[in-house]
């Protein structure tokens, strides 16, 4: 299947200032009303209704927007219009000049790589939270109506802020993780990293000085800057085998805080998969309560 972004970048490179500023004025209006009537797009967006409409159209026709055929028509973004508005504040604000190739896709998320203006590779990640299948989508409507609409997109821009200011947290003491460059809305901008994930590899160089190096990294983040990462695991550690072997942890969103009423149950669990992992692939045993002394201490 042809990568949805492809779309989003051609409908991209077609708008103008107006029909940002609409898709705007959507967004806006998107938090306080379930679809937005075109009246409200009209003042939000500080332009005449006539010309609105020849703007809403043409958005429609590019896929960034959902018009609702219901008692009032009205508009929502689509993941496509959202993807425009941060798309367009990443530019402006001088952080990314192009975006290329799919690096990966997880859960929630799409990744892509990109270059800055200094001509610098990047890593841009689109977080998408409560992502519906095609299939399912007009059942979900009928279903729970557009409040999903809301929904995702809140969720979204929060796992993005909740992920950049960790990555700002933990870069900070030290912790490998991708340098942290720029955020918007739902999508974080990172340095790029090289490499495969940690789950793929069969054989490592050194093996036991890439576990201690995780668990120093686990201790550090805890103990210095009070954060749990939550869902750590082989799958969220990008190894890099060149003259050395170098490694960074990925996907933070749903990291907690060392004081929150589940963190040890959270950073015994992250380090129960890291060792389970290790002594699977590699045959190193270490005991999970010894570990976890030893992250909880001085
Ligand atoms: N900074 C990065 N550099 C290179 N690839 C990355 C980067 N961040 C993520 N990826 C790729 O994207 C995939 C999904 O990213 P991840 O942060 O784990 O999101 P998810 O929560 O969706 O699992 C990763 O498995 C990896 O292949
Ligand atoms: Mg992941």
């Given amino acids: 299947m042809r990568d949805p972004i492809l779309r989003v970048i051609s409908a991209f490179k077609r708008l103008n200032s107006r ?3 609409i898709l705007n004025a959507i967004e806006r209006g998107m938090a306080f009303h379930e679809i937005v009537p075109v009246e409200r797009i009209a003042s939000l967006s500080g332009m005449n209704l006539g010309v609105v409409l020849v703007h809403l159209s043409k958005l429609h026709k590019l896929g960034l927007i959902w018009r609702n055929i219901g008692p009032y028509v009205g508009y929502v973004l689509t993941t496509a219009g959202y993807d425009c508005l941060a798309l367009n504040a990443l530019v402006k604000a001088g952080i990314i000049e192009a ?6 896709v997880g859960k929630e998320s799409d990744v892509y790589d990109a270059l800055s203006p200094a001509g610098s590779r990047l890593a841009v990640k689109f977080h998408r ?35 950049y200011e960790v990555l700002n947290l933990v870069f900070a003491k030290g912790v490998h993780v991708p340098r942290p460059i720029g955020h918007n809305r739902h999508v974080v901008v990172t340095s790029l990293i090289e490499g495969i994930q ?51 942890i990925i996907d933070w969103p749903q990291w907690v805080s060392s004081i929150h009423p589940s963190s040890d149950m959270l950073l015994r669990r992250d380090i129960r998969n890291v060792l389970n992992f290790f002594r699977r692939r590699f045959g190193i045993k270490l005991d999970v309560d010894r570990v976890l002394d030893y ?4």
Avoid at 99 to 104: A, F, V
Avoid at 224 to 247: R, W
């Fill in 99 to 104: 975006l290329g190739h799919k690096l990966g």
């Fill in 295 to 298: 992250v909880k201490s001085k």
């Fill in 198 to 248: 940690l789950v793929r590899l069969k054989e490592l160089p050194d093996p036991e000085g890439l576990l201690l190096s995780i668990l120093e990294d686990i201790k550090i983040a805890y103990r210095e800057a009070g954060v749990i990462h939550g869902d750590l695991s082989e799958y969220n550690i990008i190894v890099h085998i060149g003259d050395e072997q170098s490694y960074v």
């Fill in 129 to 163: 939270l409560g992502r519906i299948s095609f299939r399912q989508t007009r059942r979900y409507r009928a279903f729970i109506g557009e409040r999903r609409h809301i929904s995702w997109l809140y969720q979204s821009r929060l796992a993005a802020e909740r992920e």
């Fill in 19 to 21: 029909d940002l500023r």
